[in-house]
Structures are given as structure tokens and as C-alpha cells.
């Protein structure tokens, strides 16, 4: 059987975790059929899954790994994941960027790649705890000022608060907490590790928690930006309720049913990748 090229190795394997979570573990015959691939490439792609820590090779097949709710994985493990979704919020919400003005921009993976689309927003000034997130800008505006006579004309002014690296590069503590508590913006980009109906927005990390509640009541707009395997998880510590976020930016793989229901307490939903994307609801 020969490879199905229409899917890249990224695509195939987002497919294979949505599958392992929703029904509880596969079987790589089965993933042969769904997929039209070779059993070798199937293999390939669940020991990639399995190095990142988010499925358990079993004979046969696979099933996800228990997480505790305490469970935080590294930002390596988590950039590897769901790639081309996380491209797709970016490019959408920072279409909701308005030149000029101040946002915050809470660390993780998905504001990672949302940084790297900000570069073309004029005049921002941007406060982020994310090391990893200033270096985007930084890095843009070294390459820039390269041999020539200063900064970069529109270059965003970056602002890292201090604080206490966590497992996913994030800047928390007291230090972080205020430095934000004395600052506002007009628009927080904030990513999750988890969003439910019941336990709001979490995160395993109990630090890092209390610096997004600080960003959050800084914030006179509240945008989440997460992909679809976000809705429904739920990690130790909540620190925003769902009637604190303005609008969820998500990919186009949330289910309908996950769809009506965000409807009921979200004034927007953005999914990202579809012809009316945009949606008020």
C-alpha cells in the first residue's frame, strides 16, 4: 500500500491523537484503512506521538496517556503538536491586532507562533512572560537592524516581565505578577492548557496560574487562543472564568457539539481555517 501523500506527516498524526483520545486507543490496522498508509508509516507516526509523551504504544496499537491533572508538559513535547491549527490561530488573531496599541501576550506554543505573525503589525507594544516570545521580536529586529542605521520603522516595543521559568518557558511568580498588576492592555492573547464549561481556563501550574489572573484583570479584552484538543481539558489550577474571555480563536477540528455549546457563554468564536471563520455567537 503506498503512502497517502495528500496528508503531511504533522496532519496524519493530529489525526491519529484526535483518534487514540476520542476513542480511547487504536489499532494500527485500523489506521492503515483510515488513512491509506503503510503499516511502516503508521509505526513512524505513533513513535513519534509516543516520544512526546501524549499516546502509549501497546501491542498492536496505541492509547493515550493518562494526565494528571498536575501533568505539565515541556514546550518542546507541546510545539510539536497540532502545528498547521496552531498556524491557522495565529495568522486569525492577528488579524485582531490593532496597530498602536498595547497587548499582552501570555507564553506557550500557540502565542509562540501567534508572535511570529504579530511582526507585521505595526507600533505595537507588546508584555509577555514567555522568553521564548520576546525572542521572536527580538530576533526579527537584530536581523533587521543588521548593518543598517537603527531600529526597524513599526517595530513592536517588547516588555518581558521577570519571574520563575516553568516546565513550559513561562515566566511566573511574584516577580511576574507585579509586573503585570501595574500594567493595561488593550487586548490579552491569552493560550491554555485547558478550557471547560465548568472549570473555566487552567493550567497544571499553580504560578503560573496566578500570573494570568493578573493578565487577565489587566485586560480590557480577553481573546483565548486555542486549538481544538484544548476544549473540555482541565488542568489543577483555574484562573479565569469562560464569562471573562471575549472570544475563543480555535481551529476548524472543534466539534459541533463543542460548537454549540461555547455559543452559550462566548459573545465570539473565531475558527480559524474555515470560510466564515468569524463568528459572533
Known amino acids: 500500500m503506498s503512502d497517502n501523500q495528500n496528508l503531511l506527516a504533522e496532519q496524519r498524526r493530529a489525526l491519529i491523537l484526535d483518534e487514540v483520545r476520542r476513542r480511547g486507543g487504536v489499532r494500527v490496522n485500523e489506521l492503515t484503512r483510515k488513512l491509506n498508509v503503510s503499516d511502516m508509516t503508521v509505526r ?4 513519534a506521538l509516543a516520544r512526546l509523551g501524549v499516546v502509549e504504544k501497546v501491542h498492536g496499537g496505541a492509547v493515550p496517556v493518562a494526565e494528571a491533572s498536575t501533568y505539565e508538559p515541556g514546550f518542546e513535547a507541546k510545539s510539536g503538536l497540532e502545528l498547521s491549527a496552531k498556524e491557522d490561530i495565529a495568522k486569525a488573531a492577528a488579524a485582531m491586532a490593532t496597530p ?7 507564553g506557550g ?50 516588555v518581558l516581565t521577570g519571574g520563575v521559568r516553568t516546565p513550559s518557558d513561562i515566566l511566573a511568580g511574584p516577580v511576574a505578577d507585579a ?17 471547560s464549561v465548568e472549570a473555566g481556563l487552567s493550567t497544571p501550574n499553580l504560578a503560573e496560574a496566578e500570573t494570568n489572573r493578573h493578565f487577565v ?18 488542568g489543577l489550577s483555574s484562573f479565569a ?7 475563543l480563536v480555535t481551529d476548524s477540528g472543534l466539534p459541533e457539539d463543542a460548537r454549540a455549546e461555547i455559543a452559550e457563554y462566548l459573545p465570539e468564536l473565531v475558527v480559524a481555517g474555515e470560510a466564515n471563520g468569524a463568528a459572533d455567537i
Open 217 to 234: 484583570r489587566a485586560a480590557r479584552r480577553v481573546v483565548v487562543i486555542a486549538d481544538h484538543t484544548k476544549w473540555g481539558m482541565v
Open 100 to 106: 498602536g496599541t498595547a497587548i499582552g501576550l501570555a
Open 44 to 47: 513512524r507516526d505513533l513513535d
Open 241 to 247: 472564568t469562560l464569562d471573562q474571555v471575549d472570544a
Open 109 to 158: 506554543t500557540t502565542a509562540f507562533a501567534l508572535a511570529q505573525q504579530l511582526l507585521d503589525v505595526p507600533d505595537l507594544t507588546v508584555v509577555t512572560n514567555s522568553v521564548r516570545v520576546a525572542d521572536v521580536f527580538y530576533n526579527a529586529q537584530r536581523a533587521a537592524t543588521a548593518g543598517g542605521p537603527g531600529p526597524r520603522p513599526g517595530a513592536a516595543t517588547v
Open 179 to 195: 509586573a503585570v498588576r501595574s500594567l493595561h492592555f488593550d487586548v490579552l492573547f491569552l493560550g491554555v492548557h485547558g478550557i
